[in-house]
């Protein structure tokens, strides 16, 4: 311990002291709290997965889980009454994620509210959204059906807080995706969030409208939650997932009655580890948080293409084609599945620039999706020029960086037959097998994919 002096910026400052006030401590402490959260975010040691998110034991070789092994890339959908002030409130810019504006705003529950009355997306198509995750080579779709805000996308008996009651909109639109999505063969799978819920009384996250002391949380997990999860299962035919978030302080025998709940009704629903307390079907990585190298488990990084996940107006830090792509690769050579967000305007548009990106991801996997679905981690892990994944005694090699003297050298491989995958083109390999002889300049300068065969 040493006592330092240092200059803190006022804006700084006053966020520091109003979150010690919250939570009655001392503004010394909230910034050692804070300085501690920066170094553990850059600290690599930590384990990319957190525990509390992980699977469940046994789950590894469930073939519960083999199409979502299978399907590697999935559609993730963040939308929601946030997508209408799209990251203004009040003529002010709120900063950070489109979605969570009610909670950096502090936008009193009456207020929030009322923008379901202005929800009217008549612009929204199940079959454009649903098409563009099958163009884009996802073969699971994940929707936001409650997000923290409590707004619920499905006709709910148990809150009028549902776009059937409360907006002039009027349509279920997780009915009219889950149809969707079986009509064009793409499991559908929903969000939910099961620990915040800024609307519900009782519900976890709202400071600003709800005191604590009061809320009864453990019944708004068994007289709400609960009943909520059994329409979703119940209303909509067979549901691939339920991916639940942030579990917080939700405790074991919470996540054990939330697991059990969906397994009454669909023992086949996988249930992704952010239920907490380890007692999730797979494991999930942090938002945009990708693994240094291989994990042993059935995982996903959830990821956004910009920066936020609900619609903001002011968000244009589009990640490149080539960025997704290797990213894509990257998880699958790490044995991770990514699920990767868009966030609809209010009119129920998909952003152009997400359609773009996705549409060239969709192009590089009609190329070259042999060597994404289906694959496991590869033999070559933590070299920096190239990818691998394997799959039925094939090693893909994804080439990032492409030699000028077309001359790949393997590290750690014995090749017995190299070929292109794309073109299907054979490639000579050296007497040794360590050396794939290739074109001198790169065949596809995002991501060159040769199928090796090895000895
Ligand atoms: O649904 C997406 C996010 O809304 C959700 N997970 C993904 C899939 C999520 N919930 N919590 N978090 C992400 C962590 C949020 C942290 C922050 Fe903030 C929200 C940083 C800035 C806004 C909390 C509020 C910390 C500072 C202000």
Same mark, same amino acid.
């Given at each position: 311990m040493k006592d330092l002096k240092v200059t803190i910026p006022d804006g700084i400052l006053a966020r520091l002291e109003k979150h010690a006030k919250e939570h009655n401590m001392s503004t010394s402490d909230a910034v050692t709290l804070m300085l501690s959260h920066m170094f553990g975010s850059f600290n690599? %040691?930590?384990? %990319?997965?957190d525990p509390a998110r992980s699977q469940r034991e046994? %789950?590894?070789?469930?073939?519960?889980l083999d199409w979502w092994r299978e399907a590697k890339f999935g559609m993730f959908i963040h939308w929601g009454l946030y997508a209408i002030p799209a990251g203004k409130w009040h003529g002010h810019e709120i900063p950070g994620?489109?979605?969570?504006i009610m909670y950096r705003a502090e936008i009193p529950v009456a207020e929030y509210e009322k923008l379901a009355a202005d929800?009217?997306?008549?612009?929204?198509d199940a079959a454009e959204w649903v098409g563009l995750a099958k163009r884009a080579g996802q073969k699971y779709l994940v929707l936001t059906t409650k997000h923290h805000d409590g707004f619920c996308l499905f006709k709910s008996?148990?809150?009028?807080?549902n776009i059937v009651d %409360?907006?002039?909109?009027?349509?279920?639109v997780v009915k009219e995706l889950a149809e969707e999505c079986k009509r064009q063969g793409i499991k559908m799978g929903f969000y939910y969030s099961?620990?915040? /819920?800024?609307?519900?009384?009782?519900? /976890?996250?709202?400071?600003w409208d709800y005191d604590a002391t009061k809320q009864n949380f453990d019944s708004y997990i068994h007289d709400f939650v609960i009943p909520q999860l059994e329409e979703l299962l119940t209303q909509?035919?067979?549901?691939?997932l339920i991916w639940f978030d942030t579990?917080?302080?939700?405790?074991q025998e919470q996540s054990q009655d939330l697991l059990d709940a969906v397994y009454k009704l669909q023992p086949d629903c996988l249930v992704c580890g952010?239920?907490?307390?380890?007692?999730?079907?797979y494991a999930s990585a942090g938002d945009n948080k990708i693994p240094g190298s291989r994990v042993e488990l059935d995982w996903e990084t959830p990821a956004t293409i910009n920066d936020t996940w609900g619609f903001k107006t002011?968000?244009?830090n589009w990640k490149s084609s080539e960025d997704l792509i290797r990213k894509l690769i990257d998880i699958a050579s790490k044995g991770g599945n990514y699920l990767l967000n868009v966030g609809p305007t209010a009119e129920g548009i998909i952003p152009e620039p997400s359609v773009k990106r996705l549409e060239d991801m969709g192009a590089w996997l009609a190329a070259n999706g042999d060597a994404v679905y289906g694959t496991k981690a590869?033999?070559?892990?933590?070299?920096?020029w190239c990818r691998t994944t394997a799959k039925n005694g094939v090693v893909y090699l994804h080439v990032f960086e492409w030699p000028s003297d077309g001359k790949i050298t393997v590290p750690g491989l014995t090749a017995k037959s190299a070929t292109l995958?794309?073109?299907g083109e054979k490639l000579d390999i050296s007497a040794g097998g360590d050396t794939v002889h290739g074109p001198t300049?790169?065949? /596809?300068?995002v991501a060159t994919v040769i199928a090796i065969e090895t000895a």
């Open positions: 690599t %040691a930590r384990p %990319a997965i046994g %789950a590894r070789t469930d073939p519960r994620i489109g979605e969570w929800f009217n997306p008549v612009k929204f008996r148990h809150t009028d807080y %409360a907006t002039p909109f009027k349509r279920d099961q620990t915040q /819920d800024w609307h519900h009384p009782d519900g /976890d996250g709202n400071y909509y035919g067979p549901v691939g579990p917080k302080s939700i405790t952010r239920l907490g307390n380890g007692l999730g079907d002011n968000d244009p590869g033999p070559v892990q933590d070299v920096a995958l794309a073109t300049s790169a065949p /596809d300068p």
